[in-house]
T-cell receptor, first 115, second 112 residues
Framework: NAGVTQTPKFQVLKTGQSMTLQCAQD?????MYWYRQDPGMGLRLIYY???????DKGEVPNGYNVSRLNKREFSLRLESAAPSQTSVYFC??????????????FGPGTRLTVL | QKEVEQNSGPLSVPEGAIASLNCTYS??????FFWYRQYSGKSPELIMF????GDKEDGRFTAQLNKASQYVSLLIRDSQPSDSATYLC????????????FGGGTRLMVKP
């Protein structure tokens, strides 16, 4: 099993360009998440999808959109990139069953630089 | 005030010592608490979780939870250089469903 995979690993954009970060999991998990990590700020939730067909905003959703394409895939789109979106982006997934602990499994991350 | 707070460090301990990492949270109704380890340039990985007041031990790691004082800590006994990493505290805040709120992380350095 590959777990959680993310593409691309690295990306450099110019201000105003758009791009989509891809995430897929092969653990049959219901919930998927997108985080960004900036130095000293831990991980901040951008968007999440509690189950296939649903998406909700997290702490820092402005400038981003998401699509839960199917149970396996959850993509993050930057429509018009800004330098403030320079960050490391992590996708995660979890079973999220009621009554079970919420271990989230993380992908390897995408390092995005916006010039 | 941040919802989950950690001292950013670095916390430096000699090899073989006990490393003590602390985390405080603001939401008194929080129920679930997690410690993730993140090596430089890598993704976070879960090392401990705790739900009830008291201590929970797993090998060299002990998580301690005090809900009355709203803090959770992680003790690492017999610290090894391979324990050098950033440790992230994560909390499921009250009524937050399955969402985790992370602290900023504490960088631990274990010196040989």
């Amino acid at each position: 099993n590959a777990g959680v995979t993310q593409t691309p690993k690295f990306q450099v954009l110019k201000t105003g360009q758009s791009m989509t970060l891809q995430c897929a999991q092969d653990m049959n998990h219901n919930s998927m998440y997108w985080y960004r990590q900036d130095p000293g700020m831990g991980l901040r939730l951008i968007y999440y999808s509690a189950s296939e067909g649903t998406t909700d905003k997290g702490e820092v959703p402005n400038g981003y959109n998401v699509s839960r394409l199917n149970k396996r895939e959850f993509s993050l789109r930057l429509e018009s990139a800004a330098p403030s979106q320079t960050s490391v982006y992590f996708c995660a997934s979890s079973e999220a069953l009621a009554g079970s602990y919420n271990e989230q499994f993380f992908g390897p991350g995408t390092r995005l630089t916006v010039l | 005030q941040k919802e989950v707070e950690q001292n950013s460090g670095p916390l430096s301990v000699p090899e073989g010592a006990i490393a003590s990492l602390n985390c405080t949270y603001s939401d008194r109704g929080s129920q679930s608490f997690f410690w993730y380890r993140q090596y430089s340039g890598k993704s976070p990985e879960l090392i401990m979780f705790i739900y009830s007041n008291g201590d929970k031990e797993d090998g060299r790691f002990t998580a301690q939870l005090n809900k009355a004082s709203q803090y959770v800590s992680l003790l690492i006994r017999d610290s090894q250089p391979s324990d050098s990493a950033t440790y992230l505290c994560a909390v499921v805040l009250n009524n937050a469903g399955n969402m985790l709120t992370f602290g900023g992380g504490t960088r631990l350095m274990v010196k040989p």
